[in-house]
């Protein structure tokens, strides 16, 4: 039996790939910031090298999928000194670990290390093209890869990168900082007034179909591969259409939307490369936005007990 440890395992993302793990038979435990009784978990901070290395002197793991993370460009200016300390600092600790123990790891970037670059979006672009990122989140997550590449070289570890773009779902709690689906929904339900900003285009992918493709990679996984994790790129979405999804699978007009042009600092939009990802790891999405909104839309009632 495979033994894998999920930094960041009760967040969004963690929290959906976990029993995807575990359906195939993979001994799986979860470390995170906060108390919890679920199976197989331990509280750790991962910028607290400390915390991290009691865990890895107590158990030894097959693979580490590392999702531990501040997200989001907002937040990163808020709460920038938990976004360095957290994405850059803990992935440190996390690589000191692996030198020594030889688990294999699955990183977490992010397609927000493309920044400012406009054409279409394949792996190598990084490492042909000079590319300036917009916020520090983005920042922090290009410093995780190069701390990646640099522990490859110069101490044999393996890790895979992997560039999730715009995953939305179930478990996908709102707060400001959060992505525009969440956002919407929320502020939807609540009679609230929302920000459209027109002329951005997104491709989102639903979190169990990116999930499948994250599991997959312990089944094929080549040290030093860097994938970009999304849906198809047909799938291709005005943010207006999203916001339109919302409002008509709630019955609401858009009253209380307002309508600006681009916003600043942002990719307007990203197209991207998921070529690899069909090839390597079976990627095969299989919910269009179409149903994965109102899908959210449920989970979202029910949680926050909206009816």
């Known amino acids: 039996m495979t033994k ?168 996908e709690y709102y707060s400001p900082y959060r992505g525009v689906i969440p956002m919407f929904i929320h502020k939807a339900l609540h009679n609230e007034p929302y920000t459209v900003y027109l002329g951005h285009k997104r491709i989102f992918d639903y979190v169990e179909d990116t999930c499948r493709t994250f599991a997959n990679i312990i089944d094929n996984f080549k040290a030093g591969e860097v994938y970009n994790v999304g849906s198809k790129e047909e799938w291709e979405h005005d943010i207006k259409y999203v916001s339109d999804l919302i409002l008509q699978y709630l019955g609401k007009d858009d009253s209380k939307v307002i309508y600006q042009e681009a916003e600043p600092f942002t990719t307007k939009v990203k197209h991207m490369d998921f070529s690899k990802i069909r090839r390597d790891l079976k990627h095969k999405p299989q919910i269009p936005i179409e149903e994965g909104v109102p899908r959210t839309i449920e989970w979202t009632k029910q949680i926050y007990q909206l009816r």
């Open 4 to 171: 894998v440890l999920v930094t960041g395992g009760l967040g969004f993302i963690g929290s959906n790939l976990v029993p995807e793990l575990r359906k195939r038979g993979h001994e799986v435990w979860i470390c995170d910031l906060g108390q919890s009784g679920v199976p197989g978990y331990i509280r750790c901070d991962t910028s607290k090298y400390r915390q991290l290395e009691r865990i890895f002197s107590e158990h030894d793991f097959d693979y580490v999928y590392h999702l531990a993370a501040e997200y989001g460009r907002w937040n990163g200016e808020d709460y920038y000194e938990n976004l360095w300390l957290t994405n850059v600092v803990g992935t440190k600790n996390l690589l000191r670990l692996q030198e020594k123990k030889r688990f294999r790891m699955i990183f977490f970037s992010s397609a927000e290390v493309y920044g400012d670059y406009e054409g279409k979006m394949s792996e190598d672009v990084m490492d042909n093209i000079a590319i300036k990122q917009m916020n520090d989140y983005a920042m922090t997550k290009w410093v995780g890869e190069m701390q990646v590449l640099n522990s490859a070289a110069m101490f044999g570890t393996e890790t895979v990168r992997v560039r999730p773009v715009n995953a939305y779902g179930p478990h």
